[in-house]
């Protein structure tokens, strides 16, 4: 057995190895992510029959958990830890075909992907915090990295708003600290039924503005469209496949297995209602496809949020396994979108829908890859994306909103409205072509005989994401499997 | 395990053509073959009764076929092998085929498809790839109509699963299967939410906006299949949502029968009136389409057995005399790329084929014996004066007579009067259309005297449902009016037909007039002055009807985006500020929350 430190520890030293290497050529940088994801998905991949029902306990400095810092590692983390890696993988063989980079992005990139591992490892809630920080900071950065006006733009409102809402978390942090005297989220679980009901909706408050902000909740997600408009396509792909991922998790994690519930839940409820119809409404009338993506995205997440949220009214192993579904498609589904958007755009900045008509007809591959990716996310039959939207309509009348499924629906039909729309243009007339180079097409690919493959064999998935799921629902195997008893 | 594997050969089949693709011989060979194959096995493998479920893990996929899914697959799989043949003649790709084949395959399984997931599952493929199929049409505008169809069919699709969930949620169950125990309002809304689908599937007004141009801009023979061949999943669904799943209709809920035969009937009647404003061909005959699958709508309104049956006989019509008329001016457009009258005229020489067939098939369309569209129609109008509904009887007649005008137009535009310049050494359409205009023209013409043949089949399928009042034989029919004998009403149009034809020979006195030649009174005009008069064929029905035509169902719909643009815009208000204007959300966000919990802090 490796230990999954590693995965932190080997990180952070592959950052600090890439200005080194870049001294010696210009071209070796770009060689360590690849590299550092490959190592960590074996570390990982040779961690998963160690991972049982509970959660594996990795203390660090030689000490048992209320007192060192911990990584707690179940099924749950372990799948979005994978995940976030998979994607940092792809994403960084992508790059390998990109040789104008500077060596410090690199660097940005894996911190990067360290902070969203660090984020869904960690057991300890102070620690979830430094992770978000760093998260977050080199978010700011690789989103500013095109260094253009828009970009910049996007990059500092995501700074202000993120600054705002990860010390707020630090607040709830401090609140939490204050009363169970402990920074452990199995023991501050365990001592959740002691805490006043007061602090705890104030705490829960606090920590929830901190991972709204990652998750696109609705008034903290005024960053998002334009940070996502202004980075470079891989940057909005990183955006809402890694970093979103993370801030579910965190959301599940604090939610569920800190607060059990709680009223938290009911105000993401509300909350990702209004981020869905919101979003959605506004990605109708946009006529900028990647800020439409945006919309969508966070159209998207708040659908996630509000499913997730279900999960209180009902400790269902259903609802969690949904809220796997829907992210794994959102991941790769919008992934595969923002990507095959910059081959289609030739990587200009041009995406107007009328300076992209036809273009899809001028580059067949990427044109086909974005309806794939359009489709998943749409939920056709045959793409990944039916699955999960059906398991969220059941989800929804499992727990008895049936009137929430309607909704949903004509959302989904607004949905359908401005992809098909973009598809329709993308095939209408000449475009102009641009050529695609191997590497990239090649990562597209692969996202795109994800939702393909598993659209139409979804059973390997839904088995895995159930499985995770049950390991977030069984809340008390986790906390007695960290600090032992209860 | 039958269905399952007709629906797997027919995947397969699509993916192999797709692959052959350059290769265009082997492909059509191989495209052919399989229609083929899959017809002889639907027609030898597949019984009534017939169960199979397909466990996927996740979801168990449940198949059956009963009668009336063996019913409309047989038309479906028929007019796919006619469309694919003509289509040959087309420049298509390879994936053109595979989409074809996909669309199929979702066809048959919504045909096979015994629960609602599934159902959903493959209605939604089958609009998915038809939606392709559009988008691969012929003209500039076929993106627009292709983009239209996809949402109107996602739309229905939509309301299908929203139903769907309403109904497991109070039943429990997720067969289809009756639901009319439920109380109150909610099966209403169930029924209503069903229904929704099929109406935009066979294009019954208000749901029929995409069905003219989706029609007139895909490729003409699939335009064969697809208003033929698809739109009869509309049928199907009508059969499935008023039988199978609402038994009592009648008992509970007479008036919701009562106004869908109205909405049957002004379809009929407003298409009616649409298509003879058309002077495109295409744009006529989609129109016409819709009107004829309004007498469908009304027959099931009617709800009465042969009312029933008459109205599934009229599907089978529709199949085949609109499937024709659109073969006939596919081939006219191969031959003369145009589907506008106005350019066209006086092709009866050049394409006689062609002329009969269209010349059958409007006879038909207008339901004059002895074709395929009197019988049903005739049984329509008795069930109709059963009925006792003076207003919706006169609203039908009067349908009826706008088929004979459209029809007209129809065939004078193109085969009748002057010969175009541009025309004059045009062929008769190639293989592949001839092929399946004689083809349709049999069925045309033997069901139309011996009907029994089919109403043996469809008494079957509703029998079960509805009391039988309808007696029958191959060539005869009993109903409480009287009796007809179809074989002597044919003989007896024949011989008026061959007693006109003797007094024109005989008494006429004719002028032998080239079909070039002008001719006017008085004035002297020059030999290539257009004098051909197709365009703004019935102009002073426009200006009877001028008025009521303006309060288009467009308009309302657009009212409808509207709302939502509006919507739209206010939405996106919201991220259009700068960082500070976002701090401030965030503030007023926490300052809102912490003012509504302020009781619990």
Do not use: C
Not at chain 1, 306 to 324: E, M, P, W
Not at chain 2, 267 to 291: C, E, N, P, R, V
Not at chain 2, 415 to 431: D, T, Y
Not at chain 2, 481 to 492: E, I, K, M, Q, R
Request: without cysteine; positive net charge.
């Amino acid at each position: 057995m490796v230990s999954p430190i590693l995965v932190i520890a080997l990180s952070l030293f592959f950052a600090f190895v890439i200005p080194l290497l870049g001294m010696v050529s210009k071209k070796l940088p770009r060689l360590v992510p690849p590299l550092a994801m490959l190592v960590n998905l074996w570390i990982l991949i040779t961690n998963i029959k160690f991972v049982s029902r509970g959660a594996m306990l990795v203390t660090t400095a030689g000490l048992k958990p209320p007192i060192a810092i911990n990584l707690a590692i179940d099924r749950f983390s372990l799948l979005f830890v994978i995940l976030i890696q998979l994607i940092g993988l792809l994403l960084s063989v992508y790059y390998l075909s990109q040789d104008n980079r500077d060596q410090r992005f690199y660097m940005l990139f894996l911190l990067n992907i360290l902070g969203a591992s660090g984020i869904v490892m960690t057991g300890d809630i102070f620690n979830s915090f430094v992770f978000l920080e760093i998260l977050e900071i080199s978010s700011f950065g690789l989103v500013a990295s095109k260094k253009d006006r828009k970009a910049l733009e996007g990059g500092f409102k995501y700074m202000v708003i993120g600054a705002i809402g990860s010390s707020l978390y630090l607040l709830g942090i401090i609140v939490l600290y204050l009363t169970t005297g402990s920074l452990n989220m199995a023991e501050i679980a365990k001592l959740m039924p002691h805490i006043p009901e007061s602090i705890k909706l104030f705490a829960a408050l606090l920590l929830l503005a901190g991972i709204g902000v990652e998750v696109e909740l609705f008034p903290l997600n005024a960053w998002a469209p334009d940070a996502y408009h202004g980075a470079k396509d891989e940057i909005s792909t990183q955006l809402s496949s890694i970093i979103s991922k993370a801030g579910i998790y965190l959301a599940a994690r604090i939610f569920f297995t800190i607060f059990n519930g709680f009223y938290a839940l009911k105000i993401i409820f509300y909350l990702g209602v209004i981020t869905f119809v919101i979003a959605e409404l506004a990605a109708l009338m946009q006529k900028n496809v990647k800020r439409m993506l945006a919309y969508s995205s966070i159209g998207q997440m708040g659908l996630l949020m509000l499913i997730l949220s279900l999960v209180a009214k009902r400790g269902d192993v259903f609802v969690i396994t949904t809220v796997i579904l829907l992210a794994l498609n959102h991941a790769f589904g919008k992934g595969l979108l923002f990507l095959s958007l910059g081959a289609l755009s030739g990587g200009n900045g041009e995406y107007e829908i009328e300076n992209l008509g036809g273009n899809g007809r001028a580059n067949p591959l990427a044109g086909f890859l974005f309806t794939v990716g359009a489709l998943s996310i749409v939920g056709m039959p045959f793409f990944f994306g039916f699955w999960s939207k059906i398991s969220a309509l059941i989800s929804l009348m499992k727990t008895n909103v049936i009137y929430l499924i309607a909704l949903v629906l004509v959302i989904s039909l607004v949905e359908i409205y401005y992809y098909g729309n973009v598809i329709v243009n993308l095939f209408r007339g000449e475009g102009k072509k641009y050529g695609i180079s191997i590497v990239p097409a090649a990562v597209m690919i692969l996202f795109a005989l994800f939702v393909i493959v598993f659209g139409i064999w979804p059973h390997p998935v839904f088995q895995i994401a159930q499985s995770a799921a049950v390991s977030l629902i069984e809340r008390t195997t986790y906390i007695s499997s960290i600090i032992g008893g209860m | 395990m039958a269905m399952f594997y007709l629906l797997l050969l027919l995947v397969l089949v699509g993916i192999v053509s797709f692959v052959l693709g350059p290769i265009k011989v082997l492909r059509n060979i191989i495209a052919f073959l399989g229609a083929v194959t899959a017809f002889f096995y639907f027609l030898t493998n597949i019984k009534p009764g017939l169960i199979y479920s397909l466990n996927i893990r996740v979801y168990n996929v449940h198949f059956e076929a009963g009668f009336s899914s063996m019913f409309f697959g047989v038309i479906i799989t028929a007019l796919f092998i006619i469309f694919l043949i003509a289509s040959f003649h087309e420049e298509n790709d390879g994936a053109y085929y595979l989409f074809a084949y996909l669309t199929l395959t979702g066809a048959l399984a919504v045909l096979f498809a015994k629960d609602l997931i599934s159902f959903f599952f493959f209605f939604e493929t089958m609009s998915l790839f038809s939606f392709l199929m559009v988008l691969k049409g012929k003209s500039d505008t076929s993106f627009r109509s292709a983009f239209k169809y996809l949402v109107w069919s996602v739309f229905g699709g939509y309301a299908f699963l929203m139903g769907t969930f309403l109904k497991v949620y109070y039943t429990h169950s997720v067969m289809i299967g009756d639901i009319s125990y439920l109380a109150g309002g909610v099966k209403l809304l169930i029924l209503i939410l069903l229904l929704a689908p099929f109406a935009v599937k066979a294009a019954l007004m208000p749901f029929h906006l995409w069905a003219p141009d989706a029609y007139k801009d895909s490729k003409d023979t699939f335009t064969v299949f697809f208003s033929g061949g698809l739109s009869k999943i509309g049928v199907f669904g009508y059969f499935l949502v008023l039988f199978k799943v609402f038994t009592e209709i009648a008992v509970k809920y007479p008036y919701f029968l009562k106004a869908f035969a109205w909405l049957g009937a002004i379809t009929a009647a407003l298409s009616g009136i649409y298509a003879f404003m058309q002077d495109d061909a295409k744009k006529l005959l989609a129109y016409s389409s819709i009107s004829q699958l309004g007498y469908v709508a009304v027959g099931f309104g009617i709800y009465t057995h042969f009312s029933v049956v008459a109205a599934l006989f009229h599907a089978l019509g529709h199949a085949v005399f609109e499937s024709l008329l659109f073969l006939v001016v596919a081939g006219v457009y191969y031959r003369t790329k145009t589907t506008d009258l106005r350019k066209m005229g006086g092709l009866i020489k050049r394409m006689p084929l062609s002329f009969i067939g269209l010349l059958f098939g409007i006879i038909a369309t207008s339901g004059i014996p002895p074709t395929i569209g009197f019988p049903s129609k005739w049984l329509l109008y008795e069930a109709l004066i059963l009925k006792g509904d003076l207003l919706l009887t006169s609203l039908v007649f009067f349908a009826s007579i706008t088929a004979f005008l459209y029809s007209y137009k129809l065939v004078h535009g193109i085969f009748l009067g002057k010969l175009h310049e541009e025309h004059k050494n045009v062929k008769e359409a190639p293989l592949g259309y001839a092929f399946g205009t004689v083809v349709l023209l049999v069925p045309l013409l033997v069901l139309g005297i011996i009907p029994g043949l089919v109403i043996k089949p469809i008494d079957y399928i509703v029998r079960f449902y509805l009391k039988p009042e309808l007696g029958y034989n191959l060539a005869n029919m009993n109903t409480p009016l009287g009796h007809v004998n179809f074989p002597v009403v044919g003989l007896v149009m024949g011989l008026t037909f061959a007693l006109s034809l003797f007094i024109y020979l005989i008494a006429g006195k004719s002028y032998r007039a080239e079909q070039t030649d002008n001719y006017t009174a008085t004035e002297a005009i020059d030999e290539d002055f257009e004098l051909h008069y197709a365009g703004e064929f019935y102009g002073f029905m426009k200006k009877a009807f001028g008025r009521p035509l303006t309060w288009s169902f467009e308009k309302i719909l657009n009212a409808f985006l509207k709302l939502f643009s509006f919507l739209g815009e206010v939405a996106r208000g919201f991220y259009m500020g700068d960082a500070r204007v976002y701090l401030f959300y965030v503030i007023a966000f926490f300052a809102l929350l912490a003012y509504l919990m302020g009781g619990k802090l």
